[in-house]
Each structure stands twice: as C-alpha cells, then as structure tokens.
C-alpha cells in the first residue's frame, strides 16, 4: 500500500481547466489540501466550488500568472499561507496556440516559452525553499508527447517548449536531489479537455484512429501518475519521465495499426 497523503499540501498551476483540473481532483480524493493557480477568477471559482466536494482537504485558488516570476513567488507564499508548506508542486501550466513555423513570430515563440518554459523554471524556484523544508518534496512537470517524442505541423514552437521542460528537469534534479526535492514529468499524449473539443470532431476522430487503445485520456489520468509520483514510495524516482498515452507513441508506421 502507499502511505496516504492526507493533509499534505498541492499546489497545481493551470489548475481551474482540463489536465491541471484532473491533476488537483486526484489529489483532493486522496486528501491533500490543494492550491490552484491560474490567470483567471472566475473560472478558479467554479473550479474550486467543483472541486471542494471531492476530499476531506481543502482546495484554495490564487489568481496569478506564471510567466511572471513575481506571480509565481505569491503562490508560494499563498501555499505557505493557507497551508503552512508545500509537498507538492505540479507545474502544468501551459499554453499551446498553433501557428505554422514559417509565420512564427518572436512574439508568438516569447508567448509559449514565458509560460511553458519560464513558467515552469520559476514556479519551481520559487517552492523550493518549501519544498526543501517539506523533507519529501515533489516536483511534477506536465510535459507532452508532443516536443520530447513526436512532432505536429503547427507546434514547432509548442514541441520545443515542451522538450525544454525536460532539459530543465534532468537539471534540477540533480541540484535538488541534496534537498530531497525529486522532480519528475508526465507526458500526456491526446487528453480530452475542453482546449481539445475546440479542436473539432474531425481532429478528436483522426486522433483516436492514431491511438492503439482508439480513445483519448481522460484528465484524471494524468492526475493517477502524477498522484504515484507524489507518494513516499516514489522517493528514489527523480529525473523520469511517464509517458500516458494509451500507446500513441508506439506504432512505428500506420501499419502497425492494420487489424488494431
Ligand atoms: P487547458 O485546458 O487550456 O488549461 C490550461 C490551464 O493553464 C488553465 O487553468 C489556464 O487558466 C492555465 N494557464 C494558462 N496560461 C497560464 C499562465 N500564464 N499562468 C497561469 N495559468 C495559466 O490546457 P490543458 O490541455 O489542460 O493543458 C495543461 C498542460 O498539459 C499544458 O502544459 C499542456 O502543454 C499539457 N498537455 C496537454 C495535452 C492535451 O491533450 N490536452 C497533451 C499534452 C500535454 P487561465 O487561462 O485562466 O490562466
């Protein structure tokens, strides 16, 4: 069995919508108290009033950017506030507008980089001094399969941000293993959010035919590997990466698929 995590405390950027929202509703069943962070109010609120129902721990919202370093020191300062520390962080927010490469413009590539990249970097920086103090800190990056595995006209930039997440983490979790900070990704590959209903029946159906298990994830899955790698039985698991994609990622040409 792992050892519960009851009264530990989360905190998920991006965590009002989709993959962040799936990640913050897992840990509430398991009873951590849970921070999440986004830009906007109003969708934090329903958020939160959705998500308070699920766990004995409670769930708190901040209003805040992570591309700017400041917003990503008051949400640890709000975790440390509410909940007297943080054991976890699950830095998932993250922007990904689709554009052509040869249309890209600095502006659209500072966009995705300021949040996916920057945003990670520093929204750890600023929990590590709580996590250190948590004596089992946590660190889980929402990455994809898009970037680090695969590749998709329209994300050049997207892909890039998404394998610099894991450049980052190979990093930090040697400079953080001292800290007994572990920090670790999960890649999803096709996860049904509301961003991917924006998408079209056509991408959501050409998408499942590319999938050995013909359907897409579900938000709480990605919350499940995040959930193992939060436990105290994942303590000497640091610089990994999970891959939760119902074999996307495995077929080596359509043919694979023929008959599946
Ligand atoms: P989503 O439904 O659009 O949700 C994104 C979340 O991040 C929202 O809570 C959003 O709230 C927040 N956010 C965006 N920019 C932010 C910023 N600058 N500061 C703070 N919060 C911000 O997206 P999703 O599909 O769940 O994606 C979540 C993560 O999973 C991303 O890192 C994405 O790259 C990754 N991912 C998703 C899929 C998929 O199939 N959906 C696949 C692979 C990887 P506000 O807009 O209010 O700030």
Same mark, same amino acid.
């Given at each position: 069995m792992f050892t519960p995590l009851n009264g530990r405390s989360v905190v998920v950027t991006g965590g009002s919508k989709g993959i962040g929202k799936g990640i913050a509703r897992v840990f509430a069943r398991a009873g951590a108290? @849970?921070?999440i962070a986004a830009r906007d109010e109003a969708t934090l609120a329903t958020a939160a009033a959705d998500l308070g129902t699920e766990g004995a721990g409670r769930v708190e919202t901040v209003a805040a950017d992570v591309s700017k370093v400041a917003d990503c020191r008051r949400i640890a300062a709000t975790a440390v506030d509410? %909940?007297? +520390?943080?054991? @976890?962080?699950?830095?998932?927010? +993250? @922007? %990904?507008?689709?554009?052509? %490469?040869?249309?890209? *413009?600095?502006a659209d590539v500072d966009e995705v980089f300021d949040c996916n990249v920057k945003g990670t970097m520093f929204s750890v920086q600023a929990c590590l001094a709580a996590l250190e103090a948590s004596g089992r800190g946590r660190v889980i990056? *929402? =990455? =994809?399969? *898009?970037?680090p595995i695969t590749g998709f006209p329209g994300w050049a930039h997207y892909g890039a941000s998404k394998a610099a997440q894991l450049g980052f983490l190979r990093t930090a979790a040697i400079e953080l293993a001292p800290k007994r900070v572990t920090v670790n990704a999960v890649l999803p590959g096709n996860i049904a959010t509301e961003g991917l209903a924006d998408m +079209?029946?056509? /991408?959501?159906?050409?998408?499942?035919?590319?999938?050995?298990?013909?359907?897409?994830?579900? @938000?709480?899955?990605? +919350? /499940?590997a995040a959930l193992y790698l939060a436990t105290d039985e994942a303590a000497y698991v640091t610089g990994q990466t999970i891959v939760v994609d119902g074999g996307q990622v495995l077929p080596e040409s359509p043919a694979a698929l023929e008959g599946i």
């Open positions: 108290d @849970v921070l509410r %909940f007297g +520390g943080i054991d @976890v962080l699950c830095a998932n927010a +993250g @922007v %990904f507008p689709d554009k052509a %490469f040869t249309e890209l *413009t600095e990056i *929402t =990455s =994809s399969i *898009t970037g +079209g029946p056509e /991408y959501r159906a050409g998408m499942e035919a590319a999938i050995p298990q013909h359907r897409l994830g579900e @938000v709480e899955d990605i +919350g /499940y």
